[in-house]
């Protein structure tokens, strides 16, 4: 929150990343649209996306209602451009900030403010014409602190909440699945031998890369959504499982063991 009177103490809340799946159902007069974009039957577009924060402390420049710089973002899980899919982004901040709706018309969908305490932001996001005329809306709670609140804080190491969302648009028209087909932040469905997909105007090809978050600043502290990196914490997980297995058998085994010593001595 900015540097103004509240009550209320910093909620502090889980900062592990969260995953979730998105499907976009159509709006109500997408049958009228039919008419005027061709839809490809049976098909899906997946765009990842990941949105948080990250929040410095300011060490010797903090006050009681300045403590923390902090930006909040909605990227492409690759840190690829999202303005080929996304239109305009729109930040609800708490109602005590100044202009307490921030809309951000291009990317990087981002925006960086100051304050002191922990709340929730709504996030919209609108996508292009051709994608869909119903906006996403999502859901971030704002971390400042860490989750070791006995900790001491630090100005070089911030906090940093994200959450990995792959959001599905069924049956994309053929004007975007064109636009998309080979952009690295999209993921499309391989289309039937001989189909013909309309041109992609080129300001489209030229803008590509605008939005790219790849040299951002902040783009030590984003959290990696590879599915390499997924791979390897599954298979460090069932390394897990099975040690814990391993272990549980030879209890297992020692306790049958005993039993049957006691058995036995019961017999004589």
Known sequence: ????????????????????????????????????????????ICVPIVYGNVAFWLGKKASEYQ?????????????????????????????????????????????SESGWGEFEIAITLHFHSDVTDKPLHLYHHLKLYPEDEAGPLSTKKPVVVESYDEIVFSEPSEAFFARVQNHPAVIVPRLPAGFTLPPVPVEDIENRKRGDTKDHPL??????????????????????????????????????????????????
């Open 219 to 268: 783009n030590q502290c984003f959290t990696s959504f590879s599915e390499a990196d997924e791979l390897l914490k599954l298979a460090a997980a069932r390394q897990q499982v099975q040690a814990h297995i391993a272990r549980l058998r030879r209890q297992l085994s020692l306790i049958d063991g005993q039993h049957q010593h006691m058995k036995a001595a019961s017999d004589m």
């Open 1 to 44: 929150m900015p540097p103004k009177n509240e009550a209320e103490q910093p909620d502090i809340s889980g900062s592990m990343p969260k995953s979730q799946r998105t499907k976009m159902s159509k709006s109500s007069d997408d049958n009228e649209k039919k008419s005027l974009a061709k839809k490809l039957k049976d098909a899906e």
């Open 67 to 111: 403590s923390h710089k902090w930006t909040v973002y909605v990227r492409g899980a690759t840190n690829e451009d999202l303005g080929v899919v996304i239109k305009r982004a729109v930040f609800q901040l708490h109602s005590s900030f100044n202009n307490p709706t921030r809309i951000v018309d291009s990317p990087p969908f981002e925006l």
